[in-house]
């Protein structure tokens, strides 16, 4: 068991006085006691060692979390950087290394890999409960914490959204949106570090756990932007969102990246002719799934595109889609013609020459167009 400055001994590790029991002038002392409590970490991977000091923790952790939901008055200045130093000692430590060089391969495979629980998670949920109701108390002031959440510790937390743990990347994901949301000093730092996460996954590794729970941070983003779209953003789209459609593991981060593209265009429909292009660029040439994933995606960009930008990319996206007609693989075949001609038999028409295929997609889309 260590403490943040060093070995602390048992001796000191004791149940202190509840909330309830204590007079209002002494109730944030006690809270200062109960955060340099919770900030001893203990070792979860012997069971049996130290039993008796984790409930305690454990417990002080629940009082701490109704301690701060309750809260009716501003968190002093102490406060919140002893808050800040007990949830940074308990998130911010080192991971137990995991054998990651052989997976992410296929998407599908590491979907059904069963995901690395934290042992320690029993501490750290209560742990990122704290953090999560201080970040939305109205009784955080935003000018005084910004002191203390500064840039430094969001990109601690951006690390932590690697996190082999589920259960952690999605209090991760809704304290990261929190913040952003809170202090809009770090927006713009928020979004250019998770453009660089990005960039790091596309064009480097291809390795990351917390993809999908990014993306989802940026659909609420996105869905937010003002019109007209700053270039800022726009360029976002092209430099690190079009090319998330590389990696080989998309499967693990299609829909809200879907979602994200998608929102672009609704919010300005001169960007479909750059999205459907990119799109192209990317479009998987042995992987059926992931052509797949692509049709699906590249239907609900056509659902919000407008005439003059589809004219733009109709030639090289009809190439494309002649030769998803001629796939030998039936699900890429099937989605268009469902697609095309609803619920007529493929089995129907399974004599005509592709010519006539071909012109019967045109027909459809420009009907609609």
């Known amino acids: 068991m260590k403490h943040q400055n060093g070995n602390l001994g048992l001796y000191s590790y004791e149940v202190l006085p509840g909330f309830k029991d204590v007079p209002n002038s002494q109730k944030e002392s006690l809270f200062f006691r109960k955060l340099k409590l919770c900030s001893i970490v203990f070792d979860f991977t012997d069971p049996v060692k130290h039993v008796k000091e984790k409930e ?45 060089e052989n997976k992410v391969v296929d998407g599908v495979d590491l979907e059904e890999e ?13 742990v990122y409960e704290v953090f999560l109701r201080f970040v939305a108390s109205s009784e955080t002031d935003v ?15 951006l690390d932590l959204i690697d996190s082999e743990d589920p259960r952690e990347r999605e209090y991760l994901k809704t304290i990261l949106h929190r913040i952003y949301g809170k202090f809009m000093v770090h927006r713009p730092f928020i979004r250019k ?13 291809e390795k990351h756990n917390g993809i999908a729970e990014l ?60 999205v459907i ?23 609900e960009v056509l659902e919000a595109t407008q005439s ?8 090289p996206l009809f190439h ?22 609803g619920d007529v038999p493929m089995s129907d028409v399974a004599n005509q020459e592709s010519f006539s295929l071909n012109c019967l997609i045109s027909f459809k889309l420009l009907v609609k167009f």
């Open 143 to 157: 000018k005084l914490t910004k002191k203390y959440i500064d840039q430094a510790f969001v990109l601690k937390l």
């Open 114 to 126: 069963e995901p690395t629980m934290d042992l320690a998670w029993p501490h750290l949920q209560i």
């Open 320 to 341: 494309q889609i002649a030769r998803c007609l001629s796939s030998s693989h039936f699900q890429v075949t099937e989605f268009f013609w469902f697609w095309i001609v």
């Open 308 to 315: 003059q930008e589809f004219q733009r990319c109709m030639v």
């Open 277 to 299: 292009r990119g799109l192209l660029k990317y479009w998987p040439v042995t992987n059926s799934s992931k052509e797949v994933m692509f049709l699906n995606e590249l239907e």
């Open 193 to 205: 570090s998770i453009n660089n996460v990005f960039y790091q996954f596309v064009f480097e590794t």
């Open 56 to 100: 305690i923790k454990r417990q002080t952790l629940l009082e701490l979390v109704d301690y701060v939901t309750s809260a009716n008055g501003k968190f002093s200045e102490a406060v919140v950087q002893e808050v800040v130093k007990m949830v940074s000692v308990n998130m911010f430590r080192t991971p137990s290394p995991q054998p990651r």
């Open 215 to 274: 993306l989802e941070i940026l659909g609420s983003i996105i869905n937010g932007f003002a019109l007209p779209l700053k270039e800022e953003h726009k360029m976002f789209l092209v430099r690190a969102l079009i090319p998330l459609h590389k990696p080989r593991c998309l499967a693990m981060y299609h829909q809200p990246l879907s979602y994200c593209i998608t929102q672009f265009v609704e919010k300005d429909c001169k960007l479909a002719d750059v």
